[in-house]
């Protein structure tokens, strides 16, 4: 055994006799169909090539990374996309892989990601589970929303700021020189229309530069966000919505519409 590792808690064994296991259940569940293997960058890919060439149907595979943890080991409740699918998933019965299901965040956004996506259908199969560390996740609907949110701000003038409900434009801060005053700017015509911002979500163009933006969000009663990420103080944004209970999706891609 290796100096680093203090016990087996299941062996080689144990573990191809599970993959087996569910490899049959797959081919009954999924016979007739091809489903879209999905795996989740970087744990997934041993577990997956076992359970692929387990599951006796024809299938194809596509990968997507997606992160919480900031390098870390614990959930730090922020999602970020590091590597978005490469193909269209629209009215495909899709088979998420992931080798732990821990805190669930990253996991409960991801097959609300694909849902908003097209996907006809998505399970989960995991080899691990860590009930203990389960902690509160996006909902289908903000993802639905943040979406969209990120589609809308991804055309408007830079600095910019959006802020949608139910799949519908409640208001835009765009052509600001500062990214406060975009969001000032969306809130302010947001009001004017009477629109109530409570469970809105927020789109910005670029990363926050420091935590006030989500601040004067949560303030408003809005519940979860979308940005690239990128500042040097990503710590802070992460650190309030955290401890506020706001939902928040790093994409690590920048619009900057001039």
Request: aromatic fraction near 6%; proline fraction near 2%; glycine fraction near 8%.
């Amino acid at each position: 055994m290796r100096e680093d590792i203090a016990s087996i808690l299941l062996s080689e064994e144990q573990i191809h006799t599970r993959v087996r296991e569910l490899g049959a259940e797959i081919s009954r569940d999924y016979a007739g169909k091809e489903p879209l293997f999905v795996g989740v960058l970087k744990g997934c890919f041993i577990f997956m090539a076992d359970l692929v060439r387990a599951a006796q149907i024809k299938s194809e595979i596509e990968f997507i990374g997606v992160s919480s943890y900031n390098n870390g080991t614990k959930s730090s409740g922020v999602v970020q996309i590091t590597r978005d699918l490469q193909r269209d998933i629209s009215g495909r019965d899709i088979i998420i892989v992931e080798d732990i299901l821990d805190s669930g965040n990253t996991l409960a956004f991801l097959k609300s990601y694909l849902m908003a996506k097209g996907a006809k259908s998505i399970s989960i199969v995991t080899l691990l589970d860590k009930p203990a560390r389960r902690e509160k996740a996006i909902t289908a609907e903000q993802a639905e929303d943040l979406l969209f949110a990120n589609k809308v701000v991804k055309h408007s003038k830079s600095n910019a700021i959006v802020l949608a409900k139910g799949k519908q434009l409640f208001a835009s801060g765009i052509g600001q020189t500062s990214r406060v005053d975009a969001l000032r700017q969306a809130i302010e015509k947001a009001k004017s229309f009477n629109f109530d911002l409570h469970g809105a979500v927020m789109a910005s163009d670029a990363f926050f530069p420091f935590a006030d933006c989500v601040e004067i969000a949560h303030n408003e009663g809005i519940t979860a966000v979308i940005q690239p990420g990128g500042s040097i103080r990503d710590n802070e944004t992460v650190d309030f919505c955290n401890k506020n209970g706001i939902a928040m999706v790093m994409t690590g891609i920048r619009h900057f519409k001039h």
